[in-house]
Protein backbone atom coordinates (compact mmCIF):
# COMPACT_ATOMS: atom_id res chain seq x y z
CA UNK A 1 0.00 0.00 0.00
CA UNK A 2 1.25 3.33 -0.65
CA UNK A 3 0.27 6.85 1.66
CA UNK A 4 -1.47 8.75 -0.48
CA UNK A 5 -1.43 11.58 2.51
CA UNK A 6 1.48 11.27 5.17
CA UNK A 7 1.01 14.19 8.08
CA UNK A 8 3.59 14.34 10.51
CA UNK A 9 3.43 16.33 13.76
CA UNK A 10 1.31 18.93 12.28
CA UNK A 11 0.47 22.36 14.10
CA UNK A 12 -1.84 25.05 14.11
CA UNK A 13 -2.77 27.98 16.77
CA UNK A 14 -5.36 30.87 16.15
CA UNK A 15 -4.16 33.42 18.39
CA UNK A 16 -3.78 31.35 21.84
CA UNK A 17 -5.53 28.75 20.90
CA UNK A 18 -4.17 25.36 19.41
CA UNK A 19 -6.52 24.61 17.18
CA UNK A 20 -4.55 21.17 15.94
CA UNK A 21 -1.76 20.07 17.95
CA UNK A 22 1.34 17.88 16.71
CA UNK A 23 -1.37 15.30 15.08
CA UNK A 24 0.25 12.55 13.16
CA UNK A 25 -1.64 9.50 10.68
CA UNK A 26 -0.99 8.49 6.87
CA UNK A 27 -4.26 7.82 4.77
CA UNK A 28 -3.80 4.96 2.37
CA UNK A 29 -4.65 4.85 -1.51
CA UNK A 30 -8.06 3.42 -1.93
CA UNK A 31 -9.18 3.27 1.37
CA UNK A 32 -11.94 5.65 3.16
CA UNK A 33 -10.00 7.52 5.95
CA UNK A 34 -12.67 9.58 8.62
CA UNK A 35 -11.56 11.82 11.35
CA UNK A 36 -13.81 12.11 14.11
CA UNK A 37 -14.46 14.25 16.54
CA UNK A 38 -16.89 16.85 18.08
CA UNK A 39 -17.98 20.43 17.27
CA UNK A 40 -14.14 22.51 17.22
CA UNK A 41 -12.07 19.53 17.91
CA UNK A 42 -9.76 20.42 15.25
CA UNK A 43 -11.33 18.27 11.71
CA UNK A 44 -11.63 21.14 9.46
CA UNK A 45 -8.18 23.06 10.66
CA UNK A 46 -6.29 19.33 9.79
CA UNK A 47 -8.64 18.60 6.69
CA UNK A 48 -7.39 22.23 5.38
CA UNK A 49 -4.11 22.32 5.98
CA UNK A 50 -3.78 19.17 4.43
CA UNK A 51 -5.60 20.43 0.84
CA UNK A 52 -3.26 23.43 1.68
CA UNK A 53 -6.37 26.06 2.10
CA UNK A 54 -4.45 26.95 5.11
CA UNK A 55 -1.29 26.97 6.42
CA UNK A 56 0.40 24.81 9.08
CA UNK A 57 2.44 26.39 11.56
CA UNK A 58 4.62 23.54 12.10
CA UNK A 59 4.83 20.28 11.44
CA UNK A 60 4.78 18.54 7.56
CA UNK A 61 2.69 17.45 5.01
CA UNK A 62 2.75 15.26 1.90
CA UNK A 63 -0.10 14.74 -0.42
CA UNK A 64 0.13 12.51 -3.72
CA UNK A 65 4.48 13.05 -2.94
CA UNK A 66 3.90 16.69 -2.74
CA UNK A 67 3.40 19.68 -0.80
CA UNK A 68 -0.17 21.24 -0.57
CA UNK A 69 1.21 24.47 0.39
CA UNK A 70 2.56 24.99 -2.38
CA UNK A 71 -0.62 25.68 -4.40
CA UNK A 72 0.94 23.10 -7.14
CA UNK A 73 -1.33 22.59 -10.12
CA UNK A 74 -0.08 19.58 -10.75
CA UNK A 75 -1.92 18.50 -7.28
CA UNK A 76 -4.96 20.46 -7.71
CA UNK A 77 -6.03 18.76 -10.97
CA UNK A 78 -5.17 15.08 -8.58
CA UNK A 79 -7.64 16.65 -5.65
CA UNK A 80 -11.39 17.40 -5.33
CA UNK A 81 -12.03 19.37 -2.49
CA UNK A 82 -15.31 20.26 -0.46
CA UNK A 83 -15.08 22.26 1.93
CA UNK A 84 -17.53 22.74 5.08
CA UNK A 85 -18.49 26.14 4.53
CA UNK A 86 -18.06 27.38 1.51
CA UNK A 87 -20.48 29.92 -0.82
CA UNK A 88 -20.68 30.64 -4.39
CA UNK A 89 -21.59 33.85 -6.43
CA UNK A 90 -24.97 34.69 -5.13
CA UNK A 91 -26.26 34.95 -8.86
CA UNK A 92 -24.17 32.50 -10.41
CA UNK A 93 -26.48 29.19 -11.89
CA UNK A 94 -25.93 25.51 -10.62
CA UNK A 95 -24.92 24.76 -14.31
CA UNK A 96 -22.57 27.87 -14.87
CA UNK A 97 -21.02 27.23 -11.94
CA UNK A 98 -20.30 23.17 -13.10
CA UNK A 99 -19.16 24.59 -16.40
CA UNK A 100 -16.73 26.82 -14.89
CA UNK A 101 -15.05 24.41 -12.75
CA UNK A 102 -15.12 21.92 -16.03
CA UNK A 103 -12.94 24.75 -17.85
CA UNK A 104 -10.46 24.80 -14.77
CA UNK A 105 -9.63 21.22 -15.29
CA UNK A 106 -7.77 19.24 -17.51
CA UNK A 107 -9.28 16.46 -17.65
CA UNK A 108 -12.87 16.26 -16.25
CA UNK A 109 -16.15 14.12 -16.15
CA UNK A 110 -19.59 14.82 -17.28
CA UNK A 111 -20.66 17.68 -15.41
CA UNK A 112 -24.36 17.39 -16.42
CA UNK A 113 -24.39 13.06 -15.65
CA UNK A 114 -23.12 14.35 -12.34
CA UNK A 115 -25.56 16.60 -11.87
CA UNK A 116 -28.47 13.89 -12.26
CA UNK A 117 -26.43 11.42 -10.56
CA UNK A 118 -27.03 13.99 -7.52
CA UNK A 119 -30.44 14.94 -7.69
CA UNK A 120 -29.29 18.40 -9.07
CA UNK A 121 -30.88 18.37 -12.48
CA UNK A 122 -33.82 20.61 -12.21
CA UNK A 123 -32.35 22.80 -10.33
CA UNK A 124 -29.28 23.27 -13.41
CA UNK A 125 -30.83 26.79 -13.99
CA UNK A 126 -31.60 27.78 -10.71
CA UNK A 127 -29.45 30.70 -9.32
CA UNK A 128 -26.42 29.33 -5.84
CA UNK A 129 -28.35 32.05 -3.85
CA UNK A 130 -32.04 30.03 -4.50
CA UNK A 131 -30.55 26.52 -3.58
CA UNK A 132 -31.49 24.72 -0.25
CA UNK A 133 -28.85 24.42 2.49
CA UNK A 134 -28.80 20.25 0.85
CA UNK A 135 -28.97 21.37 -2.80
CA UNK A 136 -25.86 23.70 -2.27
CA UNK A 137 -23.88 20.58 -0.74
CA UNK A 138 -24.73 18.30 -3.17
CA UNK A 139 -23.31 20.87 -6.01
CA UNK A 140 -20.21 21.19 -3.94
CA UNK A 141 -19.98 17.39 -3.85
CA UNK A 142 -20.20 17.40 -7.74
CA UNK A 143 -17.47 20.50 -7.97
CA UNK A 144 -15.25 18.29 -5.57
CA UNK A 145 -15.69 15.20 -8.02
CA UNK A 146 -15.63 17.02 -11.51
CA UNK A 147 -11.71 16.48 -11.83
CA UNK A 148 -12.11 12.91 -11.64
CA UNK A 149 -9.58 13.49 -8.51
CA UNK A 150 -7.84 10.57 -7.18
CA UNK A 151 -7.88 11.82 -3.75
CA UNK A 152 -11.64 13.51 -2.80
CA UNK A 153 -11.83 15.37 0.54
CA UNK A 154 -14.99 15.05 2.10
CA UNK A 155 -15.47 17.91 5.28
CA UNK A 156 -18.71 16.82 6.99
CA UNK A 157 -20.06 16.06 3.63
CA UNK A 158 -24.17 15.10 5.06
CA UNK A 159 -24.66 18.59 7.36
CA UNK A 160 -28.05 19.23 6.47
CA UNK A 161 -29.16 16.81 4.74
CA UNK A 162 -32.13 14.96 4.98
CA UNK A 163 -31.80 11.14 5.58
CA UNK A 164 -33.03 9.57 2.15
CA UNK A 165 -30.19 12.39 0.01
CA UNK A 166 -27.77 11.03 3.05
CA UNK A 167 -28.23 7.72 1.92
CA UNK A 168 -27.53 8.31 -1.39
CA UNK A 169 -24.17 10.78 -0.54
CA UNK A 170 -23.26 7.70 1.31
CA UNK A 171 -23.53 5.30 -1.77
CA UNK A 172 -22.03 7.80 -4.07
CA UNK A 173 -18.68 7.98 -1.34
CA UNK A 174 -18.81 4.16 -1.57
CA UNK A 175 -18.97 4.35 -5.26
CA UNK A 176 -15.81 6.67 -5.44
CA UNK A 177 -13.61 3.94 -3.46
CA UNK A 178 -14.64 1.28 -5.86
CA UNK A 179 -13.02 3.14 -8.47
CA UNK A 180 -10.23 2.89 -6.95
CA UNK A 181 -9.99 6.68 -5.10
CA UNK A 182 -8.67 7.36 -2.16
CA UNK A 183 -11.27 9.07 0.39
CA UNK A 184 -10.82 10.91 3.63
CA UNK A 185 -13.77 12.86 5.18
CA UNK A 186 -14.61 14.62 8.68
CA UNK A 187 -17.77 13.06 10.58
CA UNK A 188 -18.89 13.92 13.50
CA UNK A 189 -21.94 11.22 12.69
CA UNK A 190 -20.72 8.08 14.31
CA UNK A 191 -23.12 5.92 11.92
CA UNK A 192 -21.33 7.67 8.54
CA UNK A 193 -18.01 6.98 9.76
CA UNK A 194 -18.97 3.34 10.10
CA UNK A 195 -20.97 2.76 7.05
CA UNK A 196 -18.62 4.35 5.52
CA UNK A 197 -14.83 4.62 6.77
CA UNK A 198 -12.17 1.59 6.63
CA UNK A 199 -9.92 3.38 9.38
CA UNK A 200 -10.75 6.18 11.55
CA UNK A 201 -9.26 8.90 13.58
CA UNK A 202 -10.13 10.43 17.09
CA UNK A 203 -9.15 13.95 17.85
CA UNK A 204 -10.46 15.97 20.68
CA UNK A 205 -8.73 19.43 21.43
CA UNK A 206 -7.04 19.24 18.66
CA UNK A 207 -5.00 16.18 19.43
CA UNK A 208 -5.06 12.60 17.70
CA UNK A 209 -6.59 10.47 20.31
CA UNK A 210 -7.19 6.84 18.08
CA UNK A 211 -6.55 5.98 15.05
CA UNK A 212 -7.80 1.67 13.73
CA UNK A 213 -10.48 0.33 12.29
CA UNK A 214 -13.77 0.85 13.67
CA UNK A 215 -13.29 -3.20 15.14
CA UNK A 216 -10.03 -2.26 16.32
CA UNK A 217 -11.16 0.23 18.29
CA UNK A 218 -14.01 -0.95 19.72
CA UNK A 219 -11.79 -4.71 20.26
CA UNK A 220 -9.08 -2.52 21.99
CA UNK A 221 -11.19 -0.39 24.06
CA UNK A 222 -15.08 -1.74 24.22
CA UNK A 223 -14.13 -5.50 24.69
CA UNK A 224 -17.43 -6.32 25.75
CA UNK A 225 -20.28 -7.85 24.34
CA UNK A 226 -24.19 -8.09 26.32
CA UNK A 227 -26.52 -10.78 25.64
CA UNK A 228 -29.72 -10.39 26.71
CA UNK A 229 -31.74 -13.80 27.64
CA UNK A 230 -35.11 -14.37 28.89
CA UNK A 231 -35.46 -18.58 29.44
CA UNK A 232 -38.48 -20.48 30.93
CA UNK A 233 -35.89 -21.22 34.08
CA UNK A 234 -33.18 -19.15 34.32
CA UNK A 235 -30.47 -19.12 36.21
CA UNK A 236 -27.14 -16.98 36.41
CA UNK A 237 -24.69 -19.92 38.15
CA UNK A 238 -24.93 -21.96 34.29
CA UNK A 239 -23.38 -19.44 32.73
CA UNK A 240 -20.71 -18.02 35.30
CA UNK A 241 -18.11 -20.48 34.33
CA UNK A 242 -17.97 -20.30 30.36
CA UNK A 243 -15.08 -18.41 28.94
CA UNK A 244 -14.83 -14.49 29.29
CA UNK A 245 -17.65 -13.95 31.40
CA UNK A 246 -17.14 -10.75 33.37
CA UNK A 247 -20.75 -10.63 34.75
CA UNK A 248 -24.31 -12.84 34.82
CA UNK A 249 -26.86 -10.84 36.51
CA UNK A 250 -30.71 -10.98 36.58
CA UNK A 251 -32.93 -8.32 36.30
CA UNK A 252 -36.47 -8.02 35.80
CA UNK A 253 -36.43 -11.82 34.79
CA UNK A 254 -33.72 -10.97 31.74
CA UNK A 255 -30.21 -12.88 32.22
CA UNK A 256 -27.61 -10.00 31.60
CA UNK A 257 -24.31 -11.68 30.84
CA UNK A 258 -21.65 -9.56 29.65
CA UNK A 259 -18.41 -10.83 28.44
CA UNK A 260 -15.51 -10.33 26.45
CA UNK A 261 -13.80 -11.70 23.17
CA UNK A 262 -14.81 -13.01 19.49
CA UNK A 263 -16.00 -16.22 20.66
CA UNK A 264 -17.91 -14.79 23.77
CA UNK A 265 -21.60 -15.14 22.18
CA UNK A 266 -20.87 -18.54 20.69
CA UNK A 267 -19.52 -19.42 24.47
CA UNK A 268 -22.88 -18.64 25.23
CA UNK A 269 -24.40 -20.11 22.93
CA UNK A 270 -22.88 -23.30 23.08
CA UNK A 271 -23.85 -23.45 26.88
CA UNK A 272 -27.76 -22.76 26.50
CA UNK A 273 -27.76 -25.83 23.87
CA UNK A 274 -25.33 -27.90 26.25
CA UNK A 275 -28.19 -27.28 29.06
CA UNK A 276 -31.04 -27.52 27.20
CA UNK A 277 -32.40 -24.13 28.18
CA UNK A 278 -35.57 -23.21 26.78
CA UNK A 279 -34.78 -19.42 25.22
CA UNK A 280 -38.27 -17.31 24.56
CA UNK A 281 -35.91 -14.17 23.73
CA UNK A 282 -32.15 -13.93 22.85
CA UNK A 283 -30.81 -10.44 22.28
CA UNK A 284 -26.84 -9.29 22.00
CA UNK A 285 -25.49 -5.62 21.97
CA UNK A 286 -22.28 -4.85 20.70
CA UNK A 287 -20.09 -1.62 21.19
CA UNK A 288 -20.06 0.55 18.35
CA UNK A 289 -17.62 3.24 17.73
CA UNK A 290 -20.08 5.74 19.90
CA UNK A 291 -18.83 3.86 22.84
CA UNK A 292 -15.37 3.91 22.12
CA UNK A 293 -15.80 7.80 22.16
CA UNK A 294 -17.85 8.07 25.30
CA UNK A 295 -14.83 5.52 26.83
CA UNK A 296 -11.88 7.42 25.12
CA UNK A 297 -13.44 11.07 26.30
CA UNK A 298 -15.48 10.66 29.39
CA UNK A 299 -18.52 12.06 27.22
CA UNK A 300 -20.81 11.78 24.17
CA UNK A 301 -19.34 12.98 20.61
CA UNK A 302 -22.87 15.25 20.50
CA UNK A 303 -22.29 16.86 23.58
CA UNK B 1 -2.60 28.99 -22.13
CA UNK B 2 -4.55 27.90 -18.96
CA UNK B 3 -5.03 31.60 -17.87
CA UNK B 4 -6.46 32.76 -20.52
CA UNK B 5 -9.25 30.26 -20.73
CA UNK B 6 -9.88 30.72 -17.23
CA UNK B 7 -9.85 34.31 -17.64
CA UNK B 8 -12.14 34.30 -20.63
CA UNK B 9 -14.70 31.66 -18.74
CA UNK B 10 -14.64 33.31 -15.66
CA UNK B 11 -14.74 37.06 -17.21
CA UNK B 12 -17.90 35.80 -19.03
CA UNK B 13 -19.58 34.20 -16.36
CA UNK B 14 -18.81 37.43 -13.92
CA UNK B 15 -20.41 39.63 -16.51
CA UNK B 16 -23.72 37.69 -16.23
CA UNK B 17 -23.59 37.38 -13.08
CA UNK B 18 -23.20 41.47 -12.94
CA UNK B 19 -26.46 41.69 -15.09
CA UNK B 20 -28.38 40.02 -12.67
CA UNK B 21 -27.19 42.11 -9.76
CA UNK B 22 -30.37 45.03 -9.59
CA UNK B 23 -28.64 48.22 -10.61
CA UNK B 24 -25.89 46.82 -12.27
CA UNK B 25 -25.95 47.78 -15.73
CA UNK B 26 -27.59 50.77 -14.81
CA UNK B 27 -25.41 52.11 -11.73
CA UNK B 28 -22.03 51.74 -13.55
CA UNK B 29 -23.23 52.58 -17.50
CA UNK B 30 -26.33 54.30 -17.33
CA UNK B 31 -25.42 56.98 -14.55
CA UNK B 32 -22.12 58.36 -15.65
CA UNK B 33 -23.44 58.91 -18.85
CA UNK B 34 -26.80 60.68 -17.51
CA UNK B 35 -24.17 62.64 -15.37
CA UNK B 36 -21.53 63.58 -18.43
CA UNK B 37 -24.85 64.70 -20.57
CA UNK B 38 -26.14 66.84 -17.64
CA UNK B 39 -22.44 68.05 -17.03
CA UNK B 40 -22.27 68.98 -20.48
CA UNK B 41 -25.62 70.82 -20.98
CA UNK B 42 -24.70 73.16 -18.13
CA UNK B 43 -21.64 74.12 -20.15
CA UNK B 44 -23.37 74.50 -23.56
CA UNK B 45 -24.33 78.35 -23.04
CA UNK B 46 -21.02 79.58 -23.30
CA UNK B 47 -19.63 80.65 -26.95
CA UNK B 48 -16.19 79.57 -26.30
CA UNK B 49 -16.34 75.84 -24.36
CA UNK B 50 -13.89 76.56 -21.44
CA UNK B 51 -10.39 74.62 -21.76
CA UNK B 52 -12.07 72.23 -18.57
CA UNK B 53 -15.29 71.31 -20.66
CA UNK B 54 -13.71 70.63 -23.95
CA UNK B 55 -10.50 69.07 -22.95
CA UNK B 56 -10.40 68.07 -19.07
CA UNK B 57 -14.10 66.92 -19.06
CA UNK B 58 -13.70 63.77 -20.61
CA UNK B 59 -10.38 62.90 -18.75
CA UNK B 60 -11.87 63.52 -15.74
CA UNK B 61 -14.56 61.25 -16.65
CA UNK B 62 -12.15 58.95 -17.91
CA UNK B 63 -10.62 59.13 -14.24
CA UNK B 64 -13.20 58.54 -12.15
CA UNK B 65 -14.98 55.65 -14.03
CA UNK B 66 -11.30 54.18 -13.40
CA UNK B 67 -11.54 54.86 -10.15
CA UNK B 68 -14.87 53.68 -9.69
CA UNK B 69 -14.01 50.03 -10.84
CA UNK B 70 -10.79 50.22 -8.70
CA UNK B 71 -13.07 51.01 -5.33
CA UNK B 72 -15.63 48.14 -6.93
CA UNK B 73 -13.05 45.83 -7.53
CA UNK B 74 -11.81 46.38 -4.06
CA UNK B 75 -15.56 45.66 -2.88
CA UNK B 76 -16.16 42.80 -4.96
CA UNK B 77 -12.86 41.16 -3.78
CA UNK B 78 -13.42 41.66 -0.46
CA UNK B 79 -16.90 40.14 -0.46
CA UNK B 80 -15.99 37.17 -2.20
CA UNK B 81 -13.21 36.71 0.43
CA UNK B 82 -15.42 37.46 3.56
CA UNK B 83 -17.98 34.99 2.05
CA UNK B 84 -15.26 32.52 1.20
CA UNK B 85 -15.70 32.32 -2.47
CA UNK B 86 -11.88 33.11 -2.53
CA UNK B 87 -11.77 29.75 -0.40
CA UNK B 88 -13.13 27.87 -2.79
CA UNK B 89 -11.59 28.77 -5.58
CA UNK B 90 -8.07 28.77 -3.61
CA UNK B 91 -8.56 24.93 -3.84
CA UNK B 92 -8.47 25.03 -7.48
CA UNK B 93 -5.90 25.63 -10.16
CA UNK B 94 -7.25 29.53 -10.87
CA UNK B 95 -4.37 32.24 -10.13
CA UNK B 96 -5.44 35.15 -7.63
CA UNK B 97 -4.05 37.11 -10.84
CA UNK B 98 -6.90 35.64 -13.04
CA UNK B 99 -9.18 36.43 -10.56
CA UNK B 100 -8.46 40.02 -10.18
CA UNK B 101 -7.84 40.27 -13.59
CA UNK B 102 -11.19 38.95 -14.27
CA UNK B 103 -13.41 42.00 -12.41
CA UNK B 104 -11.17 44.23 -14.20
CA UNK B 105 -12.05 43.00 -17.83
CA UNK B 106 -15.43 42.77 -16.81
CA UNK B 107 -14.98 46.34 -15.44
CA UNK B 108 -13.20 47.23 -18.67
CA UNK B 109 -15.75 46.13 -20.37
CA UNK B 110 -18.44 48.24 -18.58
CA UNK B 111 -16.20 51.10 -19.22
CA UNK B 112 -15.99 50.39 -22.72
CA UNK B 113 -19.69 50.91 -23.10
CA UNK B 114 -19.96 53.91 -20.81
CA UNK B 115 -16.94 56.14 -22.66
CA UNK B 116 -18.93 54.77 -26.15
CA UNK B 117 -22.34 56.03 -24.87
CA UNK B 118 -20.59 59.23 -23.72
CA UNK B 119 -18.99 59.49 -27.72
CA UNK B 120 -22.17 59.33 -28.84
CA UNK B 121 -24.07 61.67 -26.43
CA UNK B 122 -21.46 64.15 -26.31
CA UNK B 123 -21.14 65.17 -30.02
CA UNK B 124 -24.50 66.57 -29.83
CA UNK B 125 -23.20 69.10 -27.23
CA UNK B 126 -19.54 69.86 -28.42
CA UNK B 127 -19.14 71.26 -31.62
CA UNK B 128 -15.73 69.96 -33.05
CA UNK B 129 -14.68 68.53 -29.87
CA UNK B 130 -14.02 64.84 -30.26
CA UNK B 131 -10.12 63.57 -30.12
CA UNK B 132 -8.51 63.92 -33.34
CA UNK B 133 -7.04 60.16 -33.08
CA UNK B 134 -9.74 58.70 -30.96
CA UNK B 135 -8.02 54.77 -31.19
CA UNK B 136 -4.94 56.08 -29.64
CA UNK B 137 -7.27 57.88 -26.82
CA UNK B 138 -9.06 54.90 -26.40
CA UNK B 139 -5.50 53.03 -25.78
CA UNK B 140 -4.30 55.32 -23.68
CA UNK B 141 -7.32 55.09 -21.52
CA UNK B 142 -6.72 51.08 -21.79
CA UNK B 143 -3.18 51.50 -20.40
CA UNK B 144 -4.28 54.17 -17.74
CA UNK B 145 -7.29 51.86 -16.25
CA UNK B 146 -5.27 49.01 -16.47
CA UNK B 147 -2.24 50.58 -14.65
CA UNK B 148 -4.57 52.41 -12.26
CA UNK B 149 -6.52 48.87 -11.25
CA UNK B 150 -3.47 47.10 -10.44
CA UNK B 151 -3.50 49.78 -7.46
CA UNK B 152 -6.62 48.29 -6.66
CA UNK B 153 -4.94 44.48 -7.64
CA UNK B 154 -2.83 45.64 -3.79
CA UNK B 155 -5.78 47.05 -2.18
CA UNK B 156 -7.79 44.37 -3.45
CA UNK B 157 -5.30 41.49 -1.57
CA UNK B 158 -5.02 42.82 1.47
CA UNK B 159 -8.31 44.47 2.66
CA UNK B 160 -9.90 42.49 5.09
CA UNK B 161 -13.49 43.50 4.91
CA UNK B 162 -15.61 45.47 2.37
CA UNK B 163 -16.72 47.62 5.22
CA UNK B 164 -13.09 49.16 4.81
CA UNK B 165 -12.01 48.19 1.22
CA UNK B 166 -14.52 51.26 0.24
CA UNK B 167 -13.61 54.25 2.43
CA UNK B 168 -9.54 53.02 2.41
CA UNK B 169 -9.90 53.02 -1.03
CA UNK B 170 -11.48 56.31 -1.79
CA UNK B 171 -9.67 58.49 0.75
CA UNK B 172 -6.08 57.32 -0.54
CA UNK B 173 -7.40 57.46 -4.52
CA UNK B 174 -9.14 60.40 -4.33
CA UNK B 175 -6.89 62.56 -2.41
CA UNK B 176 -4.18 61.48 -5.45
CA UNK B 177 -6.64 62.57 -7.93
CA UNK B 178 -6.95 66.09 -6.40
CA UNK B 179 -3.48 66.43 -6.35
CA UNK B 180 -3.07 65.02 -10.12
CA UNK B 181 -3.07 68.16 -12.56
CA UNK B 182 -6.71 67.78 -13.29
CA UNK B 183 -8.05 70.81 -11.33
CA UNK B 184 -4.84 72.91 -11.13
CA UNK B 185 -1.39 72.76 -12.34
CA UNK B 186 1.34 70.03 -10.24
CA UNK B 187 3.86 73.10 -9.90
CA UNK B 188 1.62 75.33 -8.10
CA UNK B 189 1.70 72.25 -5.45
CA UNK B 190 3.94 72.73 -2.22
CA UNK B 191 7.36 71.23 -2.80
CA UNK B 192 6.63 68.28 -1.00
CA UNK B 193 3.37 67.94 -2.39
CA UNK B 194 4.71 67.69 -5.84
CA UNK B 195 6.99 64.67 -5.36
CA UNK B 196 3.93 62.61 -4.14
CA UNK B 197 2.16 64.15 -7.20
CA UNK B 198 4.99 63.21 -9.98
CA UNK B 199 5.40 59.76 -8.03
CA UNK B 200 1.17 59.17 -8.69
CA UNK B 201 0.26 57.30 -11.52
CA UNK B 202 -2.93 58.94 -11.77
CA UNK B 203 -1.06 63.00 -12.63
CA UNK B 204 0.66 60.26 -15.51
CA UNK B 205 -2.19 58.93 -16.52
CA UNK B 206 -3.94 62.36 -16.53
CA UNK B 207 -1.01 63.44 -18.67
CA UNK B 208 -1.26 60.85 -20.76
CA UNK B 209 -4.43 61.57 -21.74
CA UNK B 210 -4.95 65.21 -21.48
CA UNK B 211 -2.20 64.63 -24.42
CA UNK B 212 -3.46 61.74 -26.97
CA UNK B 213 -6.94 64.08 -26.45
CA UNK B 214 -5.44 67.06 -27.99
CA UNK B 215 -3.28 65.11 -30.84
CA UNK B 216 0.55 64.27 -29.30
CA UNK B 217 1.94 61.42 -30.04
CA UNK B 218 2.39 58.33 -27.63
CA UNK B 219 6.64 59.69 -27.47
CA UNK B 220 6.30 62.84 -26.48
CA UNK B 221 4.63 61.36 -23.26
CA UNK B 222 7.25 58.55 -22.80
CA UNK B 223 7.81 59.18 -19.29
CA UNK B 224 3.78 58.55 -18.27
CA UNK B 225 3.78 55.41 -20.62
CA UNK B 226 6.92 54.32 -18.57
CA UNK B 227 5.87 55.09 -15.32
CA UNK B 228 2.23 53.60 -16.26
CA UNK B 229 3.80 50.26 -17.44
CA UNK B 230 5.94 50.59 -14.06
CA UNK B 231 3.30 51.03 -11.80
CA UNK B 232 1.31 48.04 -13.83
CA UNK B 233 4.40 45.54 -13.43
CA UNK B 234 4.89 46.27 -9.80
CA UNK B 235 1.81 46.41 -8.36
CA UNK B 236 0.46 43.02 -9.63
CA UNK B 237 3.56 41.39 -8.75
CA UNK B 238 3.21 42.55 -4.93
CA UNK B 239 -0.59 41.97 -5.21
CA UNK B 240 -0.18 37.77 -6.24
CA UNK B 241 2.70 37.71 -3.43
CA UNK B 242 0.35 39.43 -0.99
CA UNK B 243 -2.94 38.08 -2.00
CA UNK B 244 -5.12 37.02 0.98
CA UNK B 245 -7.73 34.18 0.11
CA UNK B 246 -9.67 34.54 3.81
N1 LIG C 1 -10.14 30.98 11.10
C1 LIG C 1 -10.15 30.76 12.43
N2 LIG C 1 -9.80 31.74 13.28
C2 LIG C 1 -9.81 31.52 14.62
N3 LIG C 1 -10.15 30.37 15.21
C3 LIG C 1 -10.52 29.36 14.41
C4 LIG C 1 -10.55 29.50 12.98
N4 LIG C 1 -10.95 28.33 12.45
C5 LIG C 1 -11.17 27.50 13.49
N5 LIG C 1 -10.92 28.10 14.67
C6 LIG C 1 -11.00 27.48 16.00
O1 LIG C 1 -10.20 26.31 15.99
C7 LIG C 1 -10.86 25.23 16.63
C8 LIG C 1 -10.97 24.07 15.68
O2 LIG C 1 -11.86 24.42 14.66
P1 LIG C 1 -12.23 23.46 13.47
O3 LIG C 1 -13.08 24.22 12.53
O4 LIG C 1 -11.00 22.85 12.94
O5 LIG C 1 -13.08 22.34 14.21
P2 LIG C 1 -13.96 21.16 13.64
O6 LIG C 1 -13.50 19.93 14.29
O7 LIG C 1 -13.95 21.17 12.17
O8 LIG C 1 -15.41 21.54 14.18
P3 LIG C 1 -16.86 21.31 13.53
O9 LIG C 1 -17.29 19.93 13.83
O10 LIG C 1 -17.72 22.30 14.25
O11 LIG C 1 -16.76 21.60 12.09
C9 LIG C 1 -12.18 25.78 17.12
O12 LIG C 1 -12.05 26.09 18.49
C10 LIG C 1 -12.41 27.01 16.31
O13 LIG C 1 -13.10 27.98 17.06
MG1 LIG D 1 -15.36 21.38 10.77
Not at chain 2, 126 to 149: E, R
Not at chain 2, 179 to 193: E, K
Amino acid sequence: MTSVILVSNLKKSYGSLTAVDDVSFSVEEGEIFGLIGPNGAGKTTTMECVEGVRTPDAGSIQVLGRDPGTRSIHLQNRIGVQLQEAQLQKRIKVWEAVDLWTTLFPKTVDGEKLLEELGLAEKRNTRFMNLSGGQKQRLFIALALINDPELVFLDELTTGLDPQARRTIWEMVLRIKERGKTVFLTTHLMEESERLCDRVAVIEHGRLIELGTADELIARHCPERTVFLSAADVSAEVFSGIPGVAKAEIKDGVLHLVGVGAGFVSSVIECIAEHRIRVTDFQTEMPNLEDVFLKLTGHSIRD
Amino acid sequence: MRHVSHLTKLTWVEIKIFLREPMGAIGTVLIPVILFIVLARFFRGETRAPRFVSVDLPIFVVIFIVIGAVLSLTTIIAIYRESGILKRLKATPLSPLVILSTHVVVKLALTSVTLALMAVAGRRFYAGSPPPAPLSFFLGVILVSVSLLSMGFILASVVRTARFAQPIGSILLYSLVSISGLFFPVRDLPQGWQVVALASPITHGVDLLRGLWTGDGWASHWIAVLVLLANLAICSAISKRVFRWE
